[in-house]
């Protein structure tokens, strides 16, 4: 599977080859500056609605190409300290959900990142929706010895905090403010809802002025409405909320799915943060290098199963991909 994903994409980088040979034009549009690097003749940057520049590729470079989108240098390498992984926060024993969940076990510890790698739609939406109260199940989660509850709400209120693989679906309600969407799952809670059950107008407004200086969400508004934001800034909202609840265990799937590379840096760090104060997260992404950058422990998930787990030591795109395909050194005996 991964090799005809990768091979569908470098039948894509010849069809615009040969298409320019012939004498067209193409216009490739991507926020996945390897690809741009790849397959473009001249590179021309947008940021804020606007051009700031164009570029011979062959000129330039990554890091470069960076500078121009985010305005500043961009730290594309992920730093943090080895974890310190403490008591364990989720366990996982025998999870099955259709229709593709088979059978999965591992757990998560505090102070630790777990990630999830694998093609998607090898399992792990129905399993990142099982452990939030989205999908049933059978086998065991349990969290901090515990079975978690079989809501999403019920979920929440035990500590577990979400960031959907799916902003737009399940992270923000789109015609709500930056407050109404800050509070969002936490609405029916202190200190946003007061007495006879009405919302608490100043208590909301303070918290969302949190969200948006904390996590640099721009425009520094409370009252602009969630469609309004760029892909990365609306991101940025629904993280800064999940973490802002100080929760246990965060479950995050593709956090930076469809977002500039400015606002992958401030997501990655503020996830090396939470895990450094002890936050217990399980990461799913189909991102390889975000993968390797920020897992502590690395989970290869093929056809609904675990087909291996890796340190980062042992783990390169190689292993990894050959797990996500399938191919397991006792497959290949």
Known sequence: MVRALLGLL?????????????????????????EVLQVSDRTTVIRDGKVVGTVRTRETSLEELARMMVGREVVLQVGKTPARPGEVVLKVENLTALPRLKGVSFHVRSGEIVGIAGVEGNGQTELVEALTGLRPYTGRALYLNEPLP????????KGVSHIPEDRNQRGLVLDFTTRENAILGDHHRPPFRG?????????VERHAKTLVERFDV?????????????????QKIV???????KPRLLIAAQPTRGVDIGAIEAIH????????????VLLV?????EILSLSDRILVMYEGRIAGELTPEEATEERLGLLMAGVTPETRR
């Open 10 to 34: 470098l039948l894509l980088f010849r069809f615009l080859r040969a298409y320019v040979a012939q004498g067209h034009a193409a216009i490739f549009i991507s926020h996945k500056l390897k």
């Open 150 to 157: 079989p809501t999403a709400r019920g979920v929440r209120e």
């Open 195 to 203: 007495p006879l059950d009405f919302l608490q107008p100043e208590a």
């Open 218 to 234: 721009r425009p520094r508004s409370t009252g602009l409405v969630a469609r309004r934001y760029s892909g990365g800034n609306a």
């Open 239 to 245: 993280v800064g909320r999940e973490l802002l609840r």
């Open 269 to 280: 760090k503020e996830l090396i943060r939470a895990r450094d104060e002890g936050l217990a």
């Open 285 to 289: 992404s189909a991102d390889l290098t």
